[in-house]
């Protein structure tokens, strides 16, 4: 053998050698932690975002949320109490049943405080605007007020007694309200303040009804035909 030879093998030997790679699996974990060190604030703040739009989105389209077997419109010169309000719902429950199939027997009262006389006069404007979009869009059902005549001749929509609607020149309101107090169903001892508001139901001038219309129709003749039978 060369003697040159052996002096190449030992140069060899004492040059750098390249060092070994890394296994391809760990190397794409040591980028990842790499890359979520830098940037897991922003995935957070993108997963936040999405959970409110997603929320938002829902609330909108009713996703999740359970509706109201009917709805009540109280319309009054004061605003009743957030306990007042949800007796008078879960007393409506009681004597309803579960219309729309969904499991529960929910009922919505909403609150529109116009013709008052404490100097409010922007929030009754906003309110009779809230009101005639409720009549709009047929939301409610039955009407709670305290000027059922007030009432009767700005909007002529208390139906007649035979559930349609009154004629054209008939604004009154007599025999198309329930007084509170005449009615055994509705004059419960923790509701005794309500007693001087007068319930109606809406009537409907083309084929397009409240939700649930048939069975709140069947629940007005149980509240109109107890009357003065306590």
Not at 53 to 76: E, H
Not at 97 to 116: A, K
Request: aromatic share 14%.
């Amino acid at each position: 053998m060369r003697i040159g030879n052996l002096e190449d093998m030992e140069k060899t030997k004492r040059l750098p050698q390249p060092e070994a790679e890394e296994p391809k699996e760990e190397s794409k974990w040591k980028n990842w932690k790499n890359w979520w060190y830098y940037h897991k604030w922003y995935v957070a703040g993108g997963v936040i975002v999405l959970w409110i739009a997603g929320s938002l989105i829902g609330s909108m389209l009713g996703i999740g949320k359970k509706t109201a077997d009917f709805q009540i419109a109280y319309v009054g010169k004061s605003t009743l109490s957030p306990e007042t309000a949800q007796a008078v719902e879960d007393l409506f429950a009681s004597l309803a049943s579960d219309y729309n199939g969904d499991g529960e027997i929910l009922v919505q009262l909403n609150q529109y405080n116009i013709n008052n006389d404490n100097g409010e006069a922007l929030y009754g404007y906003a309110s009779e605007i809230s009101l005639m979009g409720d009549i709009s869009a047929r939301q409610s059902y039955f009407f709670l007020t305290d000027d059922p005549a007030y009432f009767q001749e700005q909007y002529q929509i208390f139906a007649s007694p035979d559930g349609g609607c009154p004629e054209e020149t008939d604004y009154s309101a007599d025999d198309k309200v329930i007084l509170w107090s005449d009615c055994p169903l509705l004059s419960q001892p923790e509701l005794e303040d309500l007693s001087g508001l007068f319930l109606g139901r809406r009537c409907f001038y083309d084929s397009e009804t409240s939700q649930n219309a048939q069975q709140c129709s069947e629940l007005w003749d149980l509240l109109w035909n107890s009357q003065g039978t306590a």
